[in-house]
């Protein structure tokens, strides 16, 4: 980034703030303070160059593994240094490339027995989470251009973020016992909002529908992890009298929608049941004709 005349047109020497100078302006020093200084934001080691260097140097002091000087890495001048930061410092070095994502306004975070993801109305590109857990906990990251974590004691510290290319869904599986202490989620301009942080350790069904319902209802089956899902409706007598799914379902902790007609069975109590991998889930139903 070249120098820029700060003391005004007639570019006349004079120390910062002199009253000598009216035209002085004390906001053109540099991230550094430095007058007519020619550091840019983002350039967090003053090599005059933005590049993959100023990211690892602002990820670490983030997640609080070095105290370095960090005062040009408020990449956004939003007067903080946060994960925000880190997307502004990559899209520079990518030179904004656009995919034609729509960000993203609202995210929820989903943590269920062994991983962590987010559920989004549109393009996320970054996470930095703060999270603590027991002595037994592990965790792996999924695979992107910034994806680090770093653990003292039973606090961990982790920030994912992308290329642009792709939206952030999965974050990371992991063992243990965990509590989200905090959450930031950014799209490519700014901060998404996260409606809620929602643990969902097993699949889940409900009626949404009527209830007692005839001939129709619906219900709402949550599914933690994509996969295999039975949903199967039996009488009182554990008779199958329906099978309402089958098959793959993707992930979707709102719950898929699936219709029930019984009009073909007789007024009575009906359970219905849903099953992934070793979870069950049953709720009760009353046909009234």
Aim: aromatic content about 6%.
């Amino acid at each position: 980034m070249p120098a820029q005349t700060c003391d005004g047109e007639n570019e006349m020497w004079a120390s910062p703030n002199n009253p000598m100078n009216p035209s002085w302006n004390a906001s053109c020093e540099d991230c550094n303070g430095v007058a007519n200084g020619t550091t840019a934001n983002g350039d967090l080691n003053s090599d005059g160059i933005i590049n993959i260097a100023d990211v690892v140097h602002l990820v670490n002091y983030i997640l609080g593994a070095t105290q370095l000087n960090v005062s040009c890495g408020d990449a956004n001048d939003d007067g903080f240094l946060n994960v925000s930061d880190v997307i502004s410092i990559v899209n520079i070095i990518l030179a904004d490339r656009s995919f034609g994502n729509e960000d993203a306004i609202s995210s929820d975070l989903i943590i269920n027995d062994d991983s962590i993801r987010l559920e989004s109305d549109g393009f996320v590109q970054g996470v930095h989470i703060i999270l603590s857990h027991n002595s037994k906990f592990k965790i792996n990251l999924v695979d992107a251009l910034i994806s680090e974590f770093r653990t003292i004691d039973n606090m961990t510290n982790l920030i994912v973020v992308t290329d642009g290319s792709q939206s952030i869904t999965d974050i990371a599986t992991f063992e243990g016992d965990i509590t989200i202490e905090s959450v930031h989620v950014v799209n490519q301009s700014g901060d998404v909002n996260v409606e809620q942080v929602i643990e969902l350790s097993s699949i889940e069904v409900k009626v949404v529908g009527p209830n007692p319902f005839n001939p129709s209802t619906q219900i709402s089956v949550a599914v933690p992890e994509a996969g295999l899902v039975s949903v199967y409706v039996y009488n009182v007598l554990g008779q199958k009298v329906a099978t309402l799914v089958d098959g793959y379902m993707d992930a979707n902790i709102s719950g898929h929608i699936v219709n029930f007609n019984a009009s073909h069975l007789a007024s009575g109590v009906y359970l219905v049941q849903a099953i992934s991998a070793d979870k069950v889930a049953t709720q009760k139903l009353m046909l009234l004709k």
